[in-house]
């Protein structure tokens, strides 16, 4: 994340501190929905500022947030977003790039760590882990699917009988069944790797993930 974009997202939510509880839970809703928005970050966290803004004056005066933006939410944030510039394909591209870049990083070193701990338990060699096909094909799975999720509850956020709740649990089961099924029946050997280099290629794709926006 940019340093500009990760000053306005500071200031954002100490702004939104100030905001009564009734305004926060709209302004989380909007933040949601802005998030799956196709515009970058750092325009996201502007317009959110923009809202806040306009939101800590409505309570001044005694004003709702309803009172203030109108009872659509969904409308208004429709309406500012077509002012706003979109992404091109090749900021788009990468803005996905480092949502996956963030969900890979972790479960390799999710995957580091259990391969570490298996090793040390059943003797084998700490230097050499193997990578299998399930490795590979359950984080690509699971990469696809959190990032689906996301994208899918943010544009629902103001859906208030989108089935939030038991699409998490369906969409979690899923995840868990690749997880363990690739990793029992899909054991064919790839190839091995260095711990140090697994650790390394997790580091750079949160590196590439946090400074990418």
């Known amino acids: ?81 077509s002012e706003v510039p979109r992404q091109s394909a090749a900021a788009r591209a990468l803005s996905l790039l480092s949502t996956a870049g963030a969900c890979l990083g972790i479960l390799v070193l999710i995957w580091l760590a259990g391969e570490l701990i298996a090793a040390a338990a059943t003797g084998e060699s700490l230097l050499r882990l193997t990578v299998t096909a399930g490795d590979l094909i359950s984080a690509a799975g699971i990469t696809a699917l959190a990032s689906a999720l996301v994208e899918l509850i943010c544009r629902h956020s103001f859906d208030k009988d989108f089935p939030r709740g038991k699409l998490w649990f369906a969409l979690l089961f899923v995840l868990v069944f690749l997880l363990i099924a690739a990793g029992v029946f899909l054991r064919t050997p790839l190839f091995a790797v260095h711990p140090a280099f697994a650790a390394v290629v997790a580091a750079a794709l949160l590196l590439f993930s946090h400074f990418s926006e």
């Not at 990760?6 to 949601?32: F, G, H, W, Y």
């Not at 325009?43 to 806040?52: A, F, M, P, S």
């Not at 004003?63 to 203030?68: D, G, I």
Request: charged residues 30%; proline residues 2%; hydrophobic residues 40%.
């Open 1 to 81: 994340m940019k340093p500009k974009t990760r000053r306005l997202l500071k200031e954002n939510n100490a702004l939104d501190a100030r905001l009564s509880p009734e305004s926060q839970a709209v302004m989380t809703d909007i933040v949601c929905y802005l998030r799956a928005a196709n515009i970058g970050v750092c325009q996201q966290e502007l317009l959110r500022r923009d809202i806040t803004e306009m939101l800590l004056d409505g309570e001044a005066r005694g004003e709702s947030a309803q009172s203030v933006i109108g009872g659509d939410y969904r409308a208004f944030c429709d309406e500012v977003l």
